[in-house]
Structure formats: C-alpha cells, structure tokens
C-alpha cells in the first residue's frame, strides 16, 4: 500500500538525549515536512523539504535537525538543546509545496 | 505569516444532527485543506478544496477564496465522527498553517 510510515509510534528520551524519528514514504513525493503537535493546539513546522539534499527550517526549527538523503527518507533528530520536545510528531509528504499533504500516524515522545 | 481562524471551539452533538464549521484565513491562498484527527491522533485528508464546492458521502465543503472562508458541513453525524477538525491552509510556497481546530463531540 502506498503512504507514509513513522516510526516509532511512542519514543522517551532521557534527558540529554538525541533521539530520531523515521518517517518514510513510497508515494513519490518531492516535498516532505515534520510538525509537531501540542495538547489542544494546531500543527506547526518544524522543518520541510522539497528537493532530495534540500530543506529550511520552519517556525520552530530550534533544538532540532533533519536530513534528507533519500526521496524517502525524512528522519527528524530531536536534540538535547530542545527544552521541551514532549509533544506528538506528525510528518508529512506532497507531490510538491501547495499541493494536497498527507500525514502519517505520527510519533508520541514523552521525557523519561 | 497567515492566520487561520476556526469556529466553534468545540461542538457536542446528538447522533443524526447536522453542523457546519467555519475556517478564516487572512490572505488570499493557493491550498486549503480539511482534516479530521481521530481519538489515535491519525489526521485523515477530508478535502483539498482552495476554492469551490465538494461532496463525499455525508461530508461537503465550500471555499470562497474572494471572502477567505471556507465551511465545512457534516450532515446526519455519527459518533465516528466525533474527533477535531483542522483547516489548514497555504500561501507562502512552503508549507500548511493549521488553526487550532474544531473539537466535535457526537452523543448517541
């Protein structure tokens, strides 16, 4: 089937502690992007991509970092200089930027 | 950057009852979409709509970019609809803006 996977779908981080979250596609699609969801609050982004080898930082990018090596691949790094990461993290992908994004399943981190 | 403000808050219905949501946007857009994120958090594609009118089953929406609204109707609700509903929109090349949502309670 084709979509977006992320994984895992709940991750605790030590303080500290790097962590990555993976979100894979088998859509095709050039664009992909990571938001994070708060408690009762919309998604905002945190960084997106439109190009393999390519990609900006969102609103707010701070205290995280992204590659993109693979049309695929998206892994978000969750770093030790985010104060507060405990959130959920929903990635998504689109044919291109200002067309239909689709979202995977996110991911729950939580602090240990 | 654009705002994006979503009516009501929150919402309880019976089963078999009719809403409609409501989605500002402050500036003219190049994509609008409708979400609705499940009790599990999965946010499932409801419509791509930036402007015009679309049906699907008991679900329909209506964009009208020139007045930076867009609705969102739910006739004859279910308690499978229950969850929050999410406008989200695009205009500046990069990436959605989401309001906070519409949080929908349907009782049976």
């Known amino acids: 089937d084709g979509g977006i996977t992320q994984s895992p779908k709940y991750l605790f981080r030590k303080e500290g502690q790097n962590v990555t979250l993976s979100c894979e596609q088998n859509?095709?699609?050039?664009?992909m992007y990571w938001y994070r969801q708060d408690p009762g609050q919309g998604l905002r982004l945190i960084y997106y991509?439109?190009?393999?080898?390519?990609?900006q930082k969102g609103d707010i990018a701070e205290g995280y970092s992204v590659s993109r090596e693979k049309k695929e691949s998206f892994p978000l790094t969750v770093t030790s200089a985010q104060k507060n990461p405990t959130a959920f993290y929903l990635c998504?992908?689109?044919?291109?930027?200002?067309?239909?994004?689709?979202f995977g399943d996110g991911t729950r981190l939580s602090i240990l | 950057g654009i705002q994006v403000e979503q009516s009501p808050p929150d919402l309880i219905l019976q089963e078999g009852a009719n809403s409609t949501l409501r989605c500002n946007f402050s500036?003219?857009?190049?994509?609008l979409q409708w979400f609705h994120q499940n009790p599990w958090g999965q946010l499932i594609n409801l419509f791509y709509i930036p402007s015009g009118t679309k049906q699907n089953g008991r679900l329909s929406a209506t964009t009208v970019a020139t007045e930076r609204y867009s609705l969102l109707y739910i006739s004859s609700s279910q308690t499978t609809d229950s969850g929050v509903y999410f406008c989200a929109v695009e205009n500046s090349g990069y990436a959605l803006n989401f309001g906070k949502g519409t949080s929908l309670l349907v009782t049976p």
């Open positions: 991509s439109q190009i393999v080898n390519d990609f």
């Open positions: 859509l095709n699609h050039d664009a």
């Open positions: 998504a992908s689109g044919r291109q930027v200002n067309q239909p994004q689709h």
């Open positions: 500036d003219s857009v190049n994509n």
